[in-house]
DNA sequence: GGCATGATATGGAACGTTCCAATAAATTTA
DNA sequence: TAAATTTATTGGAACGTTCCATATCATGCC
């Protein structure tokens, strides 16, 4: 009563074997779907099959060496609708490859990556695109290269890691939106959310910073603000950056859903994108075109990068390689209408 | 060279016992962490697991009868942003209990559900939380829990089906947009998105007639339209409603996403929601708060049905009991901006 | 010294598959 | 008709764990 409470004990091949008169050999190979067994011995063992509710032992199977046929997917933060995007493109190729991509969130713990990634291998993964939570060392990342993981980095790069990269162009793309910035006549700007020890806000600060410098400005420091990559942290940063007696005439965000925190703190003040502050994002998530107003935003094809990454993990998969590649996705801009021009009057209240 | 090419060959207990002088038992007791185990021993081999790089396989394990730590989480649209709430919801309980959810999407395909369902099983899988695809059947769902697994069906109820479930009041909260717009004046109120054959809709859509019927009105069945619970969906049909000569001056749709493709669709043809037509939506995801307008809707706690819904799960493994149950969230009304009194002239184009 | 006792450690069978080598039966070839 | 070939089928070892029953070795007690 309280050992085994399986409703009904497990059915096994050799369940299946005696109900259809052969050996759990045939059976085996009925499986396989090998065309060594005769047509009517196969009907006869998948009529067992079905009669006593057969289930498939994959553990068993993988102890003989049988390849599983799940890939891992590791994700920083589900809330965040980019990841959204990226997992359907993964989906979308895997899918055609017969393997089962399984998701599983971190929410930027690196603990829980850690046991995420464990339970992974454990259960016979036969590959992982990890989109790494916010303080993953490169040790850690080697360390599942050395046990020879076919693993693809996916969005965020981690320094020291010696894996296969997929992300986007993030210094060219935070250029691209300051630049603009600048062209509207914006000579006080933020950078506003990430965390400092980011190699993708590294990426993202230095474009920003070149882009300043070739026009002659200078990244002012106090305008360099750290956050958690998320709404709430854009949010929480904002209202900070909001009490101060001067403000910015212009703000880049981290990404899309710190750009829509921020915004939504500045409702809260009774400002306004577009009028009293100029806002960008990166991503060009959904959220970016439907929030109000209108996010000018980098692009960057979530689904396409999930794609590549999927496409990447199946090649070495299948070729036994582990010679990191890179690819590097397009980061366009997309002017929408949350930039203005610097307004004359800066304070709001 | 074309064979296995696992960069390191398994290392398995064994190798460890031979590593750390011990027996392969001494090595198991030391997984289990069985205090049967002396101190000194217990470090030797702790050190040659990690010497080694040993990798549990928890196939083997459960050969023999160990409980997996995996729960299954399939998912019908990763890209709603009410199903990333349910699942942090979800992921928020298990984390606690030492149990991983795996997550997969099934983007409204049975075909797709029913493998991916198939796979979590073979890997072993606890338990699972699902949200049916579109036109899933109560055999599929019976079959499951005749095998004896634990399974909570989550926000979408399957006739016939009988399993637990956990999903919101959704009578009772069409019922009160219905009221809500009624209130304001409407006479001519559509309803719109969902398919005809989801259980949830034909929920939905007798609260909604109820209330019509409770004002000495009634439901037109012209005014009822499907469409795919999503954006493109929500966007398409409300572009066909729009080309009708007569429009009704508000519009229920079956959720958020849908009443947000049907506010971009409105967007196209120069009508503003809050405006030119009352919008109402379903869910109160986060998107229903920064749209503009925000949105009327209908606030159903995503996160707080994913942790009962978990809950109710680990009770489930646990006792070993089949015996279904049910719980059903409430459904707020949240009135926003999206919703005006009908307009005096209603044609915009 | 003989004997329980408790603390540690161990061999071996079992779990459900796969796959090789072997067999049996039917068919073709010489 | 014997031998060779083809077509179906099968037993058994192996995979990496767990867990039971048993073994070893100090201790402490009579």
Sequence with gaps: MSGKRRA???????????????????VSLVLKGSSLVAEETRDRVSKAMSKLGYVYNRGAANLRGAQSSIVGMVINDLANPFFA????????????????????????????QAEVVRSMREHGASGIILCPALET??????????????????????????????????????????????????????????MEAMAVRKDRVAGFTRALEEAGLHADPALMLESMPSKDGGFTAMSNLLTRSEWPTAVVCFNDVVAIGAMLAMGRKGAVAGRDMAITGFDDTAEARQISPPLTTVAVDAGDLGERAAQMLLRQIASGSRTPETYIGEARLVVRESCCPPPRKRKVS
């Design 8 to 26: 009904s004990a497990n059915v096994t091949i050799i369940d299946i074997a005696r109900e259809a008169g052969v050996s759990k050999s045939t």
């Design 85 to 112: 995007e990226l997992a359907i493109g993964i989906e979308r190729v895997l899918r055609t490859s017969g393997y089962i991509p399984f998701i599983a969130n971190t929410a930027e713990s690196v603990v829980r």
């Design 137 to 194: 060392e490169g040790r850690e990342v080697n360390d599942l290269l050395d046990l020879g993981m076919p693993l693809i980095l996916a969005i965020r790069r981690v320094p020291g890691a010696r894996a296969s990269l997929v992300a986007s162009d993030n210094a060219a793309g935070a250029a691209r939106v300051a630049a603009h910035l600048i062209s509207l006549g914006h000579r006080r700007i933020a950078f506003l959310g990430g």
